[in-house]
T-cell receptor, first 114, second 112 residues
């Protein structure tokens, strides 16, 4: 079945460590996105990529990095520079690069910094 | 910038209708959405409405859009325990790509 796979589902990290969250899709979608979800807040866009080898910062990119070397993969690295990294991270993709807003989401990765 | 607001909690009895409300600030939004998130999972698109529509019905779901008041609502008829989830209102932001602006989500609790 087609879909988006995020791993790991749960991750614990010590302060000062970088960690990479995986996102893979087999939907043949061009565009991929990373969102952060905090309790009582809406989803906030971290990075997005409309095409391979290209990505743009979203609203809260500081302390994060991404790459898009393959169409199906869009990993997110949470660096030690991210001041408050404990959150639920959601990866999404869309078949259109622009305008319809139908995003397909993965199951999420919950990162806890100890 | 664009802002989307929702109340955080709603509790209803099984079999009743649920109405989840949302207000937004950008009147130029062309698409408005309702996404559903079940516990520990990602979001699923429930339904959406174009800005030139007032209402859209899809089985138990009715979406109402009041553009003048910038108010969007989702009505779920005959609410079931399986409808318990967080419901996110979202609007398509500017910029020519799928930048969605999400509300904080309304947690719907359905009790017997």
């Amino acid at each position: 079945d087609g879909g988006i796979t995020q791993s790991p589902k749960y991750l614990f990290r010590k302060e000062g460590q970088n960690v990479t969250l995986s996102c893979e899709q087999n939907l043949n979608h061009d565009a991929m996105y990373w969102y952060r979800q905090d309790p009582g807040q809406g989803l906030r866009l971290i990075y997005y990529s409309q095409i391979v080898n290209d990505f743009q910062k979203g609203d809260i990119a500081e302390g994060y990095s991404v790459s898009r070397e393959k169409k199906e993969s869009f990993p997110l690295t949470v660096t030690s520079a991210q001041k408050n990294p404990t959150a639920f991270y959601l990866c999404a993709s869309s078949r259109d690069r622009a305008g319809t807003g139908e995003l397909f989401f993965g199951e999420g990765s919950r990162l806890t910094v100890l | 910038g664009e802002d989307v607001e929702q109340s955080l909690f709603l509790s209803v009895r099984e079999g009743d209708s649920s109405v989840i409300n949302c207000t937004y600030t950008d009147s130029s939004s062309t698409y408005l959405y309702w996404y559903k998130q079940e516990p520990g999972a990602g979001l699923q698109l429930l339904t959406y409405i174009f800005s030139n529509m007032d209402m859209k019905q899809d089985q138990r779901l009715t979406v109402l859009l009041n553009k003048k008041d910038k108010h969007l609502s989702l009505r779920i008829a005959d609410t079931q325990t399986g409808d318990s989830a967080i419901y996110f209102c979202a609007v398509l932001g500017p910029g020519g790509y799928n930048k969605l602006i999400f509300g904080a989500g309304t947690r719907l609790a359905v009790h017997p």
